[in-house]
């Protein structure tokens, strides 16, 4: 799965500037004490009968 396919775009960036995008996501787990949550972007699928290994992204400074 590939993320863009999911995303929304919010704003064009220009050649100095990035784009910005939104990721649609469920919520796994939320654990207040330390402030981490684990969400999933999309659905797996299965391939050759396993799942794929998941794929991390750390977010700074999010809510």
């Known amino acids: 799965m590939r993320l863009l396919q999911n995303a929304t775009?919010?704003?064009?960036?220009?050649d100095a500037t990035p784009t910005i995008y939104k990721l649609e996501y469920n919520e796994k787990i939320i654990n207040r004490n330390f402030r981490l949550r684990k969400?999933?972007?999309?659905?797996a699928i299965l391939y050759n009968?396993?799942?794929p290994s998941e794929k991390i992204?750390?977010?700074?400074?999010?809510?």
């Open 9 to 14: 775009v919010i704003k064009v960036g220009d």
């Open 39 to 43: 969400c999933s972007v999309g659905e």
């Open 49 to 51: 009968g396993r799942y």
């Open 57 to 63: 992204i750390m977010m700074v400074g999010t809510i």
